[in-house]
């Protein structure tokens, strides 16, 4: 871990060393990155591959250099623990992942974990001693590459395993948890019970771009919304292209084609947070001569509030059936998945809010529209999510970057929330 002088604030509170935490980030950058590529190049440490077992054998080296005890569960997910005056108390819990998307960057993620790891380094070196245990945690492969699953440590330890069966570049998931530790037949010993913990926080980059563009420092996360997901399937009749009068056509990919805009209509007819997206599309035959018979597509709502995804779904429906009467196409609207909303416990939104305002930094609150590890935390115990900005609103790129002075920030309300949660 790199060195530098830790700082005090006047009042005599700890201080992350923001120089020794930016030089980790970018050393953990190096398992992942291009041949020949540089910190700006992005990085690919996908879940259960050779460079996030790699970045995981760093990052639990810094953790036992920080002095803590250092244990890896059945599941993968890595804990690095630190006792408190009071063991018959729940530790508070704060973490988050290090593996990327393909071609992802250095921020999502290994912001939260490192500082982390650097909260339980600062407070063995100033040995200050807290009433409840603090245990740091890099949940296993977050990020939705491995079949598409995502949180998937997390949600081992939410006891909602999944298929271990499933396959994945050539492995299984039980194969895949096994490379990096975990014992997927001792499955059941990963899964956390509602009393084993007393909160859970984590610090994270927005992956949006509402905090840069309003110069706000700090979000404070209300929770994490709520998704439906529908497999649309859009059938109409496939012909010559050169032959059929437009009149006579059933063009299936037309029908999709509104329905498109119908989601956007949809969804922007009320205020609010709400997004809805139509992000995969296949058309079939998908030849330049023939009009298209059939299309599968997706369409996917989010919002905190699931009863207005919901409702707006029940719109989209009703648009969908006067979209295939007018184009005398069949159109069937399927709802695969229902992720609930998971809201952030006030008073984890008031301990953020309280070290922001030690730290002088501004607060705005916001949804987060991505997923997290924290939305399987907020099934077992409290818990609150910490935003910095990210630049450009930018996230799952190379071009991913927050600034290091808002690394610092994020750490400090990190270390500064944790505390007054563990007393």
Known sequence: MAGGALRLRAAGVPRMDAAALQADITALSGFGRPEGGTFQSGVSRVGYSDADI???????????????????????NIFASRAGSDASLAPVLFGSHIDSVPNGGNFDGDL????????????????????????????????????????????????KPGSLEAVSRGMTKAEAIRRVGGDPEKLETAFIKREAFHSYVELHIEQGGRLIREGVPVGVVDGIVSIDHYDVVVTGVANH???????DRQDALIAAAKLTLAVREVVTSESGAQ????????????A???????????????????????????????????????????????KLVHNEAAVAAVEVQRAIESAAS??????????????HDAQMMATLMPMGMIFVPSVGGISHSPKELTSWQDCANGANVLLDTVLALAR
């Not at 997004?275 to 998908?286: A, D, F, L, Q």
């Not at 009863?307 to 429906?317: D, F, P, T, W, Y």
Request: hydrophobic content about 45%.
């Open 54 to 76: 790699a970045g995981r054998r760093f990052v639990m080296e810094l953790m036992r250099r920080a002095g803590a005890q250092v244990r890896i569960d059945a599941g993968g």
């Open 241 to 247: 292209a050169g032959t059929t009068p437009m009149a």
């Open 112 to 159: 939260g974990s490192l500082s982390s790891v650097h909260v339980l380094r600062l407070l063995n070196e100033l040995n200050i001693v807290t009433r409840r245990p603090m245990t740091a945690v890099v949940w296993a492969c977050e990020e939705a590459s491995f079949a598409g699953e995502m949180l998937n440590g997390s949600r081992v330890a939410a006891g």
């Open 288 to 334: 330049s001569n023939v009009i298209p018979g059939q299309v599968r597509m997706t369409v996917e709502l989010r919002d905190l509030s699931s009863a207005k995804i919901e409702r707006l779904g029940v719109k989209i429906r009703e648009r969908a059936a006067a979209i295939a009467a007018e184009t005398r196409t069949e159109l069937t609207m399927a």
């Open 275 to 286: 997004v809805g997206t139509v992000g995969h599309m296949e058309v079939s035959p998908n």
């Open 358 to 371: 030690a730290n002088r930094l501004d607060t705005r609150h916001l949804p987060s529209g991505a997923g």
